[in-house]
């Protein structure tokens, strides 16, 4: 787990330089809504299952998620499908410590963070609200409204479709992935710059929303595989017969593209929560073993107000010298 990244790069100073940005489809503004909707819960209880192909492996993860007021947060997460992997997470917290137990095989982990101290801090000013909400997905306190705002980012939604899924009315929006540098992290040589992705990387999305809660009921990605001129032309080989090199046709792929498909399931909301749900004691002979990730955080948060407070200085000074510079009279 690392301090999520500053992002240092500075706004264009020319009013030619800015692209232009169009106005959002409907079907990202329904997406907008949602988003809206899901932080307004008081509370929800759902179960979820998540199926992943990819790379010629398949597996599955299912579990619960729980939320109510007051910072109280349990998701429960286990690996399946995979013979030779056991694996399972629970994220549980209190309103007061967060828990963090993870299990690898035969191995246990155990972290805990006081959340009222890193909260303090993630509130005081000179915080952007973007670096506050990566923290919090650090934390595990994301739910599916992160999500979403993460999927608004990343996809161009253009298209809705008004359908039911599993008897609940829904609006299905779809899009394809437009932000390749949230796919690499920002190292432009993991992907080609242009062109078609490769079907390993989900890239076609089905999202399907509830249209009273705007929960996401179910969301498929999927790897698309390149059509025959998209296809990359197979090597110059020789010709036996004739002595001549020559290039065989294309050919797609002989692999399975990727495919993730996320479905919540027997969601409730704004229920009533028995607050026992999210109290946890770690096993008293594990108790030595428990990693305490709270000053983490706080120096974590520390260095990314600094580096913020650094960037609008620099930014700040970049403007003056702009300023300057076209009040300077020409000769």
């Known amino acids: 787990m690392q301090p999520p990244a500053v992002d240092s790069s500075l706004p ?33 209880s759902a179960d979820l299952l ?5 790379l010629e492996q398949s597996f599955r993860l299912r579990g619960s998620y729980l939320r109510a007021e007051g910072n109280r947060v349990l998701l429960d ?23 963090d137990i993870q299990q690898v095989l035969d191995g246990f982990y ?51 479709l008004e359908v039911e899924l599993n008897g609940r009315p829904a609006y299905l929006v779809r899009g394809v992935w437009r932000d390749r540098a949230a796919l690499t992290g920002g190292d432009p040589n993991l992907l ?18 509830d249209r009273d809660s705007g929960w996401p009921l179910k969301l498929d990605m999927e790897g698309k595989l390149p059509s025959l001129l998209e296809a990359t032309e197979n090597p110059a080989t020789l010709d036996v ?34 607050p026992n749900r999210f109290a946890y004691q770690v096993p008293a ?6 990693e305490d990730r709270t000053e983490f955080y706080l120096t974590s948060i520390d260095q990314v107000i600094q580096a913020q407070a650094g960037l609008r200085k620099f930014q700040e000074q970049q403007r003056q010298a702009d300023t300057r510079e076209g009040s300077t009279p020409p000769p």
């Open 77 to 99: 997460l286990r690996l399946e499908g995979l013979p030779e992997a056991v694996g399972s997470m629970r994220q549980v917290c209190d309103g007061q410590t967060l828990w």
């Open 50 to 54: 998540m199926e992943v192909e990819m």
């Open 192 to 209: 080609p710059p242009v062109g078609p992705l490769p079907p390993y990387v989900p890239s076609v999305v089905n999202l399907w929303l």
């Open 12 to 44: 264009a100073t020319s009013p030619a330089s800015r692209s232009i940005v169009s106005a959002p489809s409907r079907a990202e503004l329904l997406v907008d809504e949602a988003i809206q909707k899901l932080r307004a819960l008081k509370s929800v």
């Open 285 to 290: 002979n594990e108790r030595n073993r428990v």
């Open 110 to 160: 155990y972290g805990k963070t006081d959340v009222a101290r890193v909260l303090e801090k993630l509130n005081q000013p000179g915080l952007e609200p973007e670096i506050r909400d990566r923290f919090m997905v650090e934390l595990g306190f994301a739910g599916p409204e992160t999500l979403l705002v993460s999927l608004r980012k990343s996809i161009g939604f253009d298209t809705v």
């Open 241 to 274: 017969a004739t002595g001549k090199n020559r290039r065989l046709p294309a050919k797609r792929p002989n692999f399975k593209p990727s495919r993730l498909v996320l479905n919540y399931l027997n969601i409730q909301v704004n229920l009533d929560i028995d």
